[in-house]
Every structure is written in C-alpha cells, then in structure tokens.
C-alpha cells in the first residue's frame, strides 16, 4: 500500500467510511473481479480480499475522495499479486513493459479496420462480451474501466499505475483489437466488411 | 482540393491529420475535458469523412458496451462474508 498514511480514524468513523463509501461499490467490483478471473469464486475471493485489505488500509484513504479508483486500484494489485499467478489462463505478454520501453505516445492512430457502426450495432450481447473476454488481461482492463465504469483517464492512471499518455494509447491499442474481433463476427453475420458504404 | 471532397456533402475524403484527429475524438467521447470540444467535434463530424466515421464507430462500440455487456450478478452470499471477515479482523 503507497498511500500516505493520513489520520487515524475511530472505530465509528472506520464503519461510516466503510458502509457508506466502499460498500456501495460491490456490484462493480465483483463485475470487474468476475471480468478479470472468469471464475465465479475466485471473484468473490477477490473481491472479498480487496475490501479486507481497504479495512486494514483504511486510514490511508482520505474521506470524501474517489472511494471508488481507489478500491479498484486495490482490487488490480490483488489480481496481479495473487490471482493472476495461480491462474489457468496462458502467459500472457506484460505490455505494460513493452509500452515504457517504446514511446507510448507515438502511438499509431491511423490504423482503422473496415467495421461500421451499422454493423456493430445489430450484434448481440453475448458476441460483445465474448469479443471483450477474449482481450488480453491489460487490454481488458482499459476497456472496462473506461467504457463500462466510466473512470476518466487520470483516475485510470492513478488505478493502473501508469501514464496518462499510456492510458490513452493502450485504450486505443484495446479498441482496435476488439474492432478486429468485432470485425471477425459481423463476417459470420454476413457482412461484406471489405465493402464501402 | 476538389480531388479531397466527397461529392455528398462536401467532406473530406482523407484526413491530412488522421492520428492526431482521432486521439482527440477518442478522447471527447470518454468525457475527457477538452477545451472547445464540442466546437472541435462539429466541425470535424461535419467536414471530414474520415473523422465522422471513426467518431461514429467508436461511439457506436462504446454504446453497446455499455448497454448489451450483462453485469454478473452479485453472490448473495458476498456482502455477509465480507461483513464477518471484517469482524474477525476487528
């Protein structure tokens, strides 16, 4: 935890901060959880560890500030720390290293694929969510905190430890990898996505 | 350019400034504060064929995201553990 330990709050105010801050916040956690593990208990034990480690940690939390950023923030350290190791899913690349070792604001915005929006637009929730699914964990994660959650990018920063700069290039890195995926089943739907409009 | 209209609605058919237009288009559609954005995404939408497409692709990804991505629903059973671990740890 890297938070400035900042006053120590009464057992009263701990309850206070903790039914009427963090609690609220249990639904999207537990989506993010279940998002990130795939697995209906390992995103209970996640979620259950996240909001066990913000009692502990509680007095490193300013009252009145983004309880939400920062709970999520706790609840991405557990799933590296913890649950990542231990799960089944193959290695996957830590683009996170990658994007430091490249400049990640030259990042490449000409790259579009041949999708349009009347296409996505007749698909389905579950083609969606499998599109989204099959993203690769670092991908995954922008996407949900942006497009699901709706954190702004410093708050997205400040969760995944990262620069604005990389937040807004990997975001846009996810977008087009989940436009392919997109792409892939608006083909089976029967769109000609090589055609113009 | 007569060659960079389109003959429908005299937009542009390429975008001379394609990365940079759609970093910022990207980031007026997640709310970001951009100053003079909505000056900015009209004149874009209604200019550039490029940028309108982008722009409506996005935005259409980005709604159905939001709306057709089922939220699991949360084990009954969470919020009482959560409330008993905490006990414990008291």
Not at chain 1, 56 to 74: V, Y
Not at chain 2, 67 to 81: A, G, R, Y
Request: glycine letters at 2%; a negative charge.
């Amino acid at each position: 935890m890297s938070e400035v330990q900042r006053k120590k709050y009464s057992d009263q105010e701990k309850n206070h901060i903790f039914d009427q801050e963090f609690m609220p916040h249990i639904d999207s956690m537990y989506n993010f959880a279940f998002r990130l593990t795939f697995d209906e208990d390992d995103a209970k034990d996640l979620v259950q560890d996240t909001y066990l480690k913000a009692y502990r940690f509680i007095n490193s939390f300013e009252q009145g500030t983004n309880a939400k950023a920062w709970l999520f923030r706790i609840l991405k350290n557990s799933f590296i720390n913890d649950y990542r190791k231990k799960s089944k899913q193959p290695a996957k690349v830590d683009y996170q290293e990658v994007e430091t070792y490249y400049n990640s604001d030259d990042v490449d915005y000409t790259h579009t694929t041949d999708l349009r929006a009347d296409m996505v637009k007749d698909m389905l929730g579950d083609e969606i969510s499998n599109a989204l699914n099959s993203l690769a964990v670092d991908f995954r994660t922008v996407i949900i905190l942006c497009d699901l959650e709706g954190f702004t990018y410093e708050e997205m920063a400040k969760i995944l430890d990262i620069p604005i700069g990389t937040v807004r290039s990997r975001l846009h890195r996810a977008r087009n990898l989940l436009k392919e995926k997109l792409r892939s089943y608006a083909q089976t739907m029967g769109y000609n996505t090589d055609e113009e409009e | 350019m007569e060659s960079n209209l389109s003959s429908a609605g005299d937009k542009k058919v390429s975008c001379a400034e394609q990365s940079k237009c759609f970093q910022l288009l990207e980031s007026i559609l997640d709310g970001e504060n951009i100053p003079e954005g909505d000056k900015i995404l009209k004149e874009k939408l209604e200019k550039c064929e490029p940028c309108y497409k982008h722009f409506h692709l996005e935005r259409a990804i980005k709604e159905l995201l939001q709306t057709k991505c089922c939220h699991q629903i949360t084990p009954t059973d969470l919020f009482e553990n959560i409330r008993k671990n905490i006990q414990e740890i008291k």
